[in-house]
T-cell receptor
Framework: DAKTTQPTSMDCAEGRAANLPCNHS???????VYWYRQIHSQGPQYIIH???NNETNEMASLIITEDRKSSTLILPHATLRDTAVYYC?????????FGKGTRLSVIA | EAQVTQNPRYLITVTGKKLTVTCSQN?????MSWYRQDPGLGLRQIYY???????DKGDVPEGYKVSRKEKRNFPLILESPSPNQTSLYFC????????????FGSGTQLSVL
């Protein structure tokens, strides 16, 4: 079973920051938080991952709370192309288990 | 270019006719995996392989076979396809380790009539 809880859907205005929350209250000390997204029926695309510290790359920022029980994915300037299903996954050295994700709609 | 390549992209077949979906990666990844995606059910893992000659069942292995004779290839075999195996299939690979990201192929849309 997926170990994360995400809102089913969210809307975001184009050009604004999209903040996608994820709860993972049962996360273990050796488990990473991963974010992937899937645009329509394409293969899921890796976005970012982290263990304890906040992370940033060219696509997004990942903010992990100090107790590691929740995190937020931030797309700083959302575009229409960011419309997708976003999956938050926690994983140690085990297979990746996908939940239902959050359907993000970026609106012009 | 680093990638996971699946073939074919689309496949229509009939019940009972054996088929193979190929998957190849050029990143020297130890770990490879197959997922299927169905509306309302999300992505579910079929089989995975931690390395050559090592395979394990995922959440929905019934009706599927896999083999891992070479590091780069991980074919998915349907010995006797049935209509309930109509689905979108994805192959994925990564390096071993908890902090390694998974790379996905473009998918294979299979229809079993």
């Amino acid at each position: 079973d997926a170990k994360t809880t995400q809102p089913t859907s969210m809307d975001c205005a184009e050009g604004r920051a999209a903040n996608l929350p994820c709860n993972h209250s049962t996360i273990s000390g050796n488990e990473y938080v991963y974010w992937y997204r899937q645009i329509h029926s394409q293969g899921p695309q890796y976005i970012i991952h982290g263990l304890k510290n906040n992370e940033t790359n060219e696509m997004a920022s990942l903010i992990i709370t100090e107790d590691r029980k929740s995190s937020t994915l931030i797309l700083p300037h959302a575009t229409l192309r960011d419309t997708a299903v976003y999956y938050c996954i926690v994983r140690g050295n085990t297979p990746l288990v996908f939940g239902k994700g959050t359907r993000l709609s970026v609106i012009a | 270019e680093a990638q996971v390549t699946q073939n074919p992209r689309y496949l229509i077949t009939v019940t009972g006719k054996k088929l193979t979906v190929t998957c190849s990666q050029n990143m020297n990844h130890e770990y490879m995996s197959w997922y299927r995606q169905d509306p309302g059910l999300g992505l579910r893992q079929i089989y995975y392989s931690m390395n050559v000659e090592v395979t394990d069942k995922g959440d929905v292995p019934e009706g599927y076979k896999v083999s891992r004779k070479e590091k780069r290839n991980f074919p998915l075999i349907l010995e006797s396809p049935s209509p309930n195996q109509t689905s979108l299939y994805f192959c994925a690979s990564r390096l071993q380790g908890a902090g390694e990201k998974l790379f996905f192929g473009s998918g294979t849309q299979l229809s079993v009539l």
